[in-house]
């Protein structure tokens, strides 16, 4: 009883609160913009009028504009020079990325930079990922796409849930586009079949969301105060991390554990021995039930639509997650229920009033798409995902996922909160002195940082964490377990590293990916919102491809190349040469030639 009256939810404001970042010369926010306080800032942006940015957002760049009635979400990170249009919607957990700067160093296929840019009136779903991409105005983007460099997206176009892009891809205006590399399915399309296949029209949501917006501000409503009416009811065996946001009406239960940086905003009820991992946003009316699991990166949003307010109880259809569920790493979940016993694959989704049916299973890097059921016992895999296996059992569910949900969820609950709030106590910090952190990074375990390493907005370390001499970390990722990273490796933004995992050097650890328990080699990669699952192995100089699942216990063998769900070799022997073509950048010569750049700087700033 004496240990359990320590569980006691004290954010560290100090930390969270990041309004001192806006404050930095290059840094423009018209005063009718709604930007909530943990919000963090680098370089120069320009925000709009009526803008509304959600906790968790991240902004760094040298020139990032935002126009007018602009929504960016939740944890979405914003990296590179960029222009954002007016009257546009960006999902949680997005990340957006300038590019690449054109003949770099001689190791680019560009001659010219890469642009990012996002027409006005266009919607992005969320856990989309990014880099050096243009799209064009009212265009819809579904949830988990991913576009490589210098992806041309035209005008009043449909990217289906799940899809994803090649380098220097182009996608004409008026197209329907689906899979992964993304193929035209329909040209010229009208705005019936707009409705049909996304739901919506987006410049009429995005006239009615900037309608409300400036309402908001008459009303003197905003991000910055939805916290002020806050009600926790926290069961005294609970354990909050001081990291977490905790906004409105929210009830956790017995030895349920929230962890770092979650960020929890609505009538939310979360029952006993439940675990919400790393960097998770939970939004609008929404129940948890009891002895579930949810892994990090993962986003939950209750509202069925693209509305700017965060709806409490009885103001919109509340979603339901059920009991001994398991929601693997970067999940996104919008407007859908899971009944009891679910499973779902890292990097993968749930569109608008769609269910999943007790004890069924959805494979990674799969997307349910809007308004279906997956039946009891089923298991689906695809975009749109599709019931490939029927009456599954405990057998085929360790099989696929390298492990039985429920005797994982059996394993880890006994004194979690205990346990979670013992470790939190660890601080064994080991940083080079020659190592650049930048704002809003959170350290806790046994940590080691090498020389010349950067480490950008938002990333979290728990556990047991090195990283090797001269490596890059971007903007909000996330280390939870025993991870050990090799020297001139880049991990770039948004990727979640859970449980026992060791990644080479001069790795290429790209935006978006997913990786649990995993072996990367030397010189490999995991690319684009891609997934190495748990007990899988990236040899070195394997790639794994944009959107693919490589499952548990599954290899990419040396110098290949593998792609789809589930990955499948595509090509083999890849030289550099092959290499540079497949990501428009050569990984091998532009680690060590960025690195130089970081060590340059880090230098540089230490004399002043």
């Known amino acids: 009883d004496a240990f359990m009256s320590t569980f006691v939810y004290e954010p560290d404001l100090q930390f969270l609160d990041n309004s001192c970042t806006r404050q930095g010369e290059g840094i423009e926010i018209d005063p009718t913009a709604e930007i909530h306080p943990n919000v963090l800032f680098r370089g120069k942006v320009k925000i709009g009028k009526h803008c509304q940015v959600e906790a968790g957002v991240v902004f760094a760049g040298d020139g990032i504009t935002i126009g007018d009635y602009t929504v960016i979400k939740a944890n979405a990170s914003l990296r590179g020079v960029m222009t954002i249009g007016n009257h546009v919607m960006i999902g949680e957990q997005v990340n957006i990325e300038g590019g690449r700067p054109g003949d770099y160093i001689g190791t680019a296929t560009s001659l010219i930079a890469d642009k990012a840019i996002i027409g006005d009136g266009t919607i992005i779903g969320p856990g989309t990922v990014m880099h050096g991409t243009q799209i064009g105005q009212n265009t819809y983007v579904g949830i988990r796409c991913a576009f490589d460099y210098n992806t041309r997206i035209g005008d009043n176009c449909v990217i289906a849930n799940g899809s994803g892009t090649v380098v220097d891809q182009i996608i004409p205006c008026d197209s329907l586009a689906a899979g992964i590399p993304a193929c035209v399915l329909a040209a010229d399309i009208d705005d019936d079949l707009r409705l049909k296949s996304c739901g919506v029209l987006p410049q009429e949501v995005m006239r009615k969301v900037a309608y409300r917006l400036k309402e908001r501000h008459q009303e003197g409503l905003s991000v910055a105060n939805f916290g002020k009416d806050t009600q926790l009811n926290i069961a ?8 977490a946001i905790l906004e409105g009406k929210i009830t956790i239960g017995e030895n349920t554990v929230i962890d770092a940086g979650s960020i929890l905003i609505g009538e939310i009820t979360i029952g006993n021995d ?50 001994n569920v398991f929601i693997d790493q970067s999940t996104n979940l919008r407007g859908s229920s899971l009944e009891d016993s679910v499973t779902v694959g890292q990097s993968s989704g749930c569109d608008f009033g769609s269910l999943v049916q007790e004890g069924a299973c959805i494979g990674s890097v799969s997307v349910v798409a809007a308004n279906n059921a997956i039946g009891k016992n089923t298991f689906a895999e695809g975009c749109p995902a599709k019931i490939i296996k029927t009456d599954i059992t405990d057998l085929q569910r360790k099989l696929y996922y390298g492990f039985v949900p429920t005797e994982m969820i059996d394993e880890s609950i006994p004194d979690q909160a205990k346990k979670r709030a013992e470790q939190a106590k660890i601080k064994n910090i080991q940083i080079h002195p020659d190592t650049l952190i930048e704002h809003g990074v959170w350290f806790e375990g046994n940590i080691k940082i090498g020389q010349y390493v950067w480490i950008d907005l938002g990333a979290v370390f728990t556990g047991d964490v090195e990283i090797g001499y001269n490596s890059l970390v971007r903007c909000n990722v996330s280390f939870h377990g025993k991870v050990k990273v090799g020297k001139q490796t880049h991990l770039y933004d948004q990727i979640p590293f859970d449980g026992e995992c060791v990644v080479g050097d001069y790795c290429w650890m790209n935006h978006g990916a997913a990786v649990s328990n995993a072996t990367i080699g030397e010189d490999a990669s995991v690319s684009l919102s891609a997934a190495a699952d748990y007990h899988s192995t990236v040899a070195d100089r394997a790639i794994v491809s944009n959107r693919t699942a490589l499952n548990a216990g599954g290899t990419a063998f040396e110098m290949t190349r593998v792609e789809g769900i589930p990955a499948r070799v595509v090509d083999r022997f ?23 750049w970081i060590e340059e700087d880090i230098i540089s700033r230490r004399k002043i």
């Open 574 to 596: 890849m030289d550099l040469r092959d290499r540079q073509l497949y990501f428009g950048v050569s990984p091998r010569l532009w680690t060590p030639e960025q690195g130089k």
């Open 236 to 243: 005294p065996g609970a354990y909050v991390h001081p990291t």
């Open 274 to 323: 439940t675990n919400v991992a790393i960097n998770t946003v939970i939004k609008g009316d929404v129940t948890i039930g009891e002895r579930t699991i949810v892994k990090s990166h993962v986003s939950i949003d209750a509202s069925r639509g693209y509305g700017v307010d965060i709806l409490m109880g009885g103001a919109c259809n509340p979603i339901a997650i059920g009991k």
